[in-house]
């Protein structure tokens, strides 16, 4: 070798890249490659496991049993419904009979639905103080709660806010056959929101004593981590139709019985044209009535199983060619303006 | 009466925007033709902002968004003044749940476009998050990892120049291999600048062993490895010298001193070494010459004549200095040539020539060109060796060499100063035919030459790095005079089969 050149070689400084998998972005990788099989398979295995989940869950849904009887345009013949309904003097009772269709099994759940009730307006979801509702020595933060904070004199009121002004102040007497079913209003909200959102030393005050009562008034005996009912309304909806818990009835309701449901129609809905129902219903592992999941997995499967048949006809039968098939690449196709 | 000396005025003392003058000690300046007016001023524009496409459809996509927010915003905000408005009808609450008797503004029914319009800016803050601000973020770390990714490439490292590749700016990393069609000048670009000095034929001898792309190219074709072989043990031998790829020992190490015609020969490496224009750059510190040079073929046969023994190596306004080899005492001896005059090369005459005056006296006109101008003006007398050397030349350009034929005429006291006469006439001259007058005083001199010989130079391997039919780009290339025997630039060299006229 030469000297000089090795000499040259040693002076010049070097500087070309060092060699490594991942300066060179030569890692190995996944690269998957989309053959008609696999995709087959893909949509074939998708349609095999949805529709028998969409089938189970169309079931169990049709297995509820679910009585809804609307009752706010019944309950008042008068033509002037709000002042009917605002005036305090007047028999707000109302009566109404229903026929068990089938056979309820217990646990029945009552609920009550309002519709075009906008509990997800801003000012009304915002009206309330989770401080207050929580800790004894937050009394006074009622400024997120106007106008329903304070009393005329400075008081605060607990709890503030127009949720809690404009509870739902509905009650619900119900009978099986002439005989007196008792309702269990224990164990109606969540866990969680009795134990952490709301104190168990706080108790009602100033509530309900404005000019304007919205709803129901509460007993100033009973904490309020025990108000079940306020707390069951303070969970706002998100939607304007909405269902709230009311109680439960622990006995089974047989076939063909008669119902007998004394209402207390307290409730302003007539004002902006809302509606009122007393639901009861069973439950089962899906929940409530609902055949929106059974129809979504049977919609999607059946469209996959669709597509994966599609395909095997369209590639076997149709236009079958082989994968890979060079002559499809655009230097081998015959062109006018290129003829092989 | 002593006349004043005049000196003529050319397109060659002119000097363009950003030029620099180097060697000269002070100048008479005369400012001619500035100002907004010229082609220089008009053709500079603002430079265009480099922006991708992925971050022009980023601000498309944006401009949809912010307009979509804007819409569903202004949609809430109507409907949301419209049903606060009904919330109260002649005094008694609608939707008594929200208490719209006692409201602030924002949800007041009596001045229900005040509410419309703040609820309008709470949509819009509320719905913020439909721009996706950040994506710009996001691309441009992308964009940054993807620039150090492309400075480790080792594909893109240039082993001769010791060059990575560097990522000044991330903005236009993904519009790498957008590039469809090369236009180029063909001169000095698709050959890398580069010849190489690889073979001459003087006083009919041919000299130089080196074997050409196109040579080694046909070679294989035709199956013969020994040609092959013999390159490459010759190329290993000894160490490149930048411009000469000559291999001969009859005439390197001074060994052409005892060649039959080594006056010939002397008196050819001797016109390679005063015939051109380069400028010598000595290096201080270890003392070697290196050549800027008009075209790279001059250069090369500088480099030529210095590795044959005579080193050019000073150049004056008047003249041009040499080592020369001194065949009779086997020594190096400093030479100097008075430069009387320079007559440029140009694609009509498509020959150049200068006038020298040795240290004896003697006035000597050196010529370089095409052959095809050169043999027409030989003298008639001198019939030697003429068919030998146009033979070396056409197997030269078959080759796929660049040649050029080398005479020299000796000039007389009378001749030089009638040439001399009406030479400075024509150049002083500003009339419209001052060209013609230079040539045809300059045609007067260049006859009855003297045959010396032939150079051939070969083209760097610029094309074997385009690899054009990979890559699918097209390359155009514009010929220009100087293309004596050059294959067509788009095709490899093992297709060349270029024959001189």
Redesign the interface.
């Known amino acids: 070798m030469?000297p000089?050149?090795s000499e040259g070689g040693s002076q010049?400084?070097?500087?070309?890249?060092?060699?490594s998998k991942f300066?060179?972005?030569e890692l190995p990788a996944c690269k998957p490659l989309l053959t008609p099989g696999i995709v087959v398979a893909t949509f074939l295995l998708i349609g095999i496991i949805f529709v028998p989940i969409g089938l189970a869950s169309l079931s169990a849904s049709q297995e509820i049993v679910e009585l809804v009887d609307r009752y706010d345009t019944n309950c008042v013949s008068t033509l002037d419904k709000?002042g009917f309904i605002q005036n305090t003097d007047t028999d707000k009772t109302c009566t109404r009979t229903l026929t068990v269709p089938k056979h309820m099994k217990s646990p029945i759940q009552i609920y009550y639905q309002i519709g075009d009730?906008?509990q997800n307006?801003?000012?009304?979801v915002k009206s309330r103080s989770d401080k207050q509702l929580r800790y004894k020595n937050a009394v006074h933060l009622t400024k997120d709660c106007?106008?329903?904070g304070n009393t005329v004199d400075g008081a605060p009121i607990i709890p503030c806010g127009?949720i809690a002004?404009?509870l739902f102040n509905d009650t619900y007497t119900i009978s099986v056959n002439k005989k007196a079913i008792e309702v269990n209003k224990k164990d109606i909200a969540w866990k969680s929101d009795k134990t952490d959102k709301f104190g168990s030393d706080i108790y009602p005050s100033n509530f309900q004593k404005g000019s304007?009562i919205?709803g129901a008034k509460l007993n100033e005996s009973i904490p309020l981590s025990e108000q079940e009912d306020l707390i069951v309304w303070m969970r706002t909806a998100a939607l304007p139709t909405f269902r709230k818990l009311y109680g439960r009835i622990e006995t089974d309701i047989m076939a063909n019985d008669q119902l007998t449901v004394v209402i207390q129609n307290n409730y302003?809905t007539y004002?902006?044209g809302g509606s009122k129902a007393l639901v009861l219903s069973t439950t089962s592992w899906i929940g409530g009535k609902n055949n929106f999941i059974g129809v979504a997995y049977l919609t999607i499967g059946g469209l996959c199983i669709f597509l994966a048949v599609g395909f095997v006809v369209l590639l076997y039968m149709v236009k079958p060619r082989t994968l890979g098939d060079p002559s499809y690449l655009s230097w081998n196709r015959d062109t006018p303006d290129r003829p092989n | 009466i002593e006349i004043e000396e005049q000196y003529p005025l050319s397109p060659q003392q002119i000097l363009l925007r950003d030029s620099k003058l180097r060697n000269t000690e002070y100048v008479y300046g005369v400012v001619i033709f500035t100002g907004h007016d010229t082609k220089v001023m008009q053709n500079a524009m603002k430079a265009p902002s480099k922006r991708s496409k992925i971050e022009r459809k980023m601000d498309r996509i944006i401009y949809l968004l912010l307009s979509a927010l804007v819409l569903i915003s202004v949609i809430g905000s109507v409907f949301f003044g419209i049903t606060t408005r009904d919330d109260l009808q002649d005094g008694r609450p609608k939707r008594w749940y929200l208490r719209p008797d006692d409201s602030t503004i924002y949800f007041k029914p009596t001045k229900a476009a005040i509410s419309a319009i703040l609820h309008f800016f709470t949509a819009m803050m509320l719905y913020g998050n439909f721009i996706p601000i950040s994506l710009y973020i996001s691309i441009e770390i992308v964009k940054l990892l993807q620039a150090l990714f492309i400075n480790q490439d080792i594909h893109m490292y240039h082993e001769e120049t010791d060059t990575p590749a560097h990522a000044r700016t991330s903005n236009l990393n993904e519009e790498l291999g957008q590039v469809d069609t090369i236009l180029t000048d063909k001169t000095g670009t698709l050959t890398c600048n580069s010849m190489e000095f690889i073979k001459c034929s003087i006083a009919g001898t041919a000299y130089g062993r080196g074997i050409t792309e196109v040579e080694r190219a046909m070679a294989k074709r035709k199956g013969s490895p020994l040609i092959a072989d013999m390159a490459s043990n010759t190329q290993g031998s000894q160490a490149a010298i930048k411009g000469f790829n000559f291999t001969d020992e009859r005439v390197m190490n001074g060994n052409w001193v005892s060649q039959p015609h080594s006056g010939v020969i002397q008196m050819f490496l001797r016109l390679l070494a005063v015939c051109h224009t380069c400028i010598p750059e000595v290096d201080e510190e270890s003392g070697t010459i290196s050549y800027e040079a008009e075209s790279p073929d001059e250069a090369a046969f500088v480099v030529a004549a210095r590795e044959l023994g005579f080193t050019f190596y000073q150049r004056t306004q008047t003249g041009v200095f040499l080592h020369e080899l001194d065949p009779s005492s086997g020594k190096q001896v400093d030479r100097s040539y008075k430069l009387l005059h320079v007559l440029e090369f140009n694609s009509a005459r498509k020959r150049m020539s200068v006038i020298v005056r040795n240290e004896e006296g003697k006035i000597f006109l050196f010529s370089k060109g095409a052959d095809s101008v050169m043999f027409e003006r030989l003298s008639s007398s001198d019939c030697a060796y003429r068919e030998v050397t146009q033979d070396h030349i056409n197997e030269y350009a078959d080759a796929g060499l660049r040649t050029l034929v080398l005479a020299y005429r000796q000039l007389d006291e009378a001749e030089y100063a009638n040439f001399d006469r009406k030479f400075t006439a024509a150049k002083n001259s500003v009339s419209a035919d001052r060209d013609e007058m230079i040539e045809e005083a300059a045609d007067l001199l260049e006859r009855k030459l003297i045959l010396l010989g032939a150079t051939a130079v070969e083209f760097g391997h610029a094309l074997r790095q385009f690899s054009v039919r990979s890559t699918g780009v097209g390359v155009s290339a514009r010929r220009d005079a100087r293309d004596l025997h050059l294959p067509p630039p788009s095709q490899s060299h093992s297709h060349s089969q270029t024959t001189s006229t």
């Open positions: 030469d000089l050149e010049k400084s070097n500087n070309k890249p060092k060699y300066t060179q972005q709000v009730f906008y307006h801003r000012r009304y106007d106008p329903e127009l002004w404009s304007l919205g302003n004002s902006f």
